[in-house]
């Protein structure tokens, strides 16, 4: 484990507030990956979590996470960004069966439409399952907003590292480790894992 990182992933600040609360362990993905050598690649296992308030659309979230969500004006972003949380990024499933995605809809936040509108943009593509093993700093750290941190990017690095010293797991290992083996077994029953 580094002591000190600048490797961060954007997310919606609703999904990253429900990783640090140990609601989900999963986020799902299209969109911000790349391809190299026709691989699938994240680019970086472990990053701290961006939190992001843009494109978040409450009509795409479950009704408890929903109300979490303050819509901001496009290009609205915040003079200050909250960072409370680093993750490890354990296991990488592409899904590329509709059926599939369906089944995985209890173990995150969003909703059946969501996941429906990811699966039918740029059909060509899977959908990418990332599972992270999420540690809360043991304070959260107030950065000022930079404008090379906005965009349609999903992997950034901070001007200014974060220490990560003191981190604590959100989740035990043991309970970590059940919830990964329950996603697997499910995608498993209706593809080949990538680990």
């Known amino acids: 484990m580094p002591s000190t990182t600048t490797h961060a992933l954007k997310e919606w600040a609703v999904a990253v507030h429900a990783l640090e609360q140990g609601d989900t362990i999963m ?17 970086h296992r472990q990053v701290l ?3 992001t308030y843009e494109h978040q659309k409450p009509h795409l979230l479950k009704s408890k996470y929903a109300g979490q969500v303050t819509p901001v004006q496009s290009g ?12 490890e990024i354990t296991d990488i ?24 509108e990811r699966f039918h943009w740029k059909p060509r593509q899977p959908l990418y399952v990332l599972l992270l ?3 809360q700093l043991p304070q959260p750290q107030i950065i000022p907003y930079a404008p090379e941190y906005g965009g349609c990017r999903s992997w ?25 083996d329950t996603i697997r077994s499910v995608i498993e029953q209706f593809t080949h894992a990538h680990a």
């Open 27 to 43: 986020l799902l993905r299209k969109g911000g990956i790349r391809e190299v050598g026709k691989h699938f690649q994240v680019a």
């Open 49 to 51: 979590l961006y939190p």
């Open 156 to 180: 950034i690095d901070l001007a200014e590292p974060i220490s990560l010293a003191g981190i604590t797991p959100v989740l035990d290992t043991a309970e970590y480790r059940q919830q990964v």
């Open 133 to 135: 093993r999420v540690y």
């Open 93 to 116: 499933f592409s899904v590329s069966n509709e059926s599939a995605a369906q089944a995985l809809l209890p173990y995150h936040i969003w909703n059946e439409q969501f996941a429906q």
């Open 76 to 87: 609205w972003h915040p003079e200050t960004v909250r960072m409370g949380s680093w993750a």
